[in-house]
């Protein structure tokens, strides 16, 4: 028997899964923005890359992804440290800070906090450093640092999709061998 629901436009089952599989033109652009970003940050050009990154995050956050929108406003902060931009690194820096808290994220502040402000501090923004250190102790209220959790797979260095680096303790957990690159959301496997 012919299904009328399958023939409205994005309507039915026929719709969604005529839908399903092919990527949105707006992921397609991100998914291309975030790439040439991440390849910017790769050969020096970090001034170019900086607002690029900025603008993702923007993205993110309008899209209702703030473990994203975290990721992304600490890859702008390094990229304005890279540049030299010392002045403007501190507000993506706090506002990733700040998202993550809000969203309850707080085993990812826990581990990428600390993490960044130790590379604050690695590249002299000690003052810097001290403020976002401070953020993250008031967003986890005073509780320690949980460390890296353990990972189940290795995963490649960098996301096959978007270029961006990957840690173990940084992704969202799918299974034992697989996880979700926290800049794009594609899944990656381990050997």
């Not at 680096?165 to 969202?172: H, I, K, N, Y």
Request: with cysteine; glycine share 12%.
């Amino acid at each position: 028997m012919f299904n009328r629901r399958g023939m409205r436009r994005g309507g039915g089952r026929l719709g969604r899964r005529r839908l399903r599989g092919r990527r949105h033109p707006l992921r397609a652009a991100a998914l291309r923005l975030l790439d040439r970003a991440h390849r910017l940050m790769g050969t020096g050009q970090a001034a170019e890359a900086a607002p690029l990154f900025a603008e993702l995050a923007q993205g993110a956050e309008n899209h209702g992804m703030p473990a994203r929108a975290a990721q992304l406003h600490l890859q702008t902060a390094r990229a304005l440290g890279q540049s030299g931009a010392r002045a403007d690194l501190l507000a993506p820096a706090l506002r990733a800070v700040s998202l993550l808290a809000a969203s309850g994220d707080l085993e990812l502040l826990s581990v990428v906090g600390p993490r960044f402000v130790q590379e604050l501090r690695g590249q002299g923004f000690v003052a810097e450093a001290d403020q976002v250190q401070q953020a993250v102790n008031t967003a986890l209220g005073g509780a320690p640092a949980s460390g890296a959790p353990a990972s189940p797979a290795r995963l490649p260095a960098m996301c096959p999709q978007c270029g961006g680096p990957v840690r173990g303790d940084e992704v969202e957990w799918i299974d034992d061998n697989s996880a979700e690159c926290p800049y794009c959301g594609s899944t990656l496997l381990g050997p």
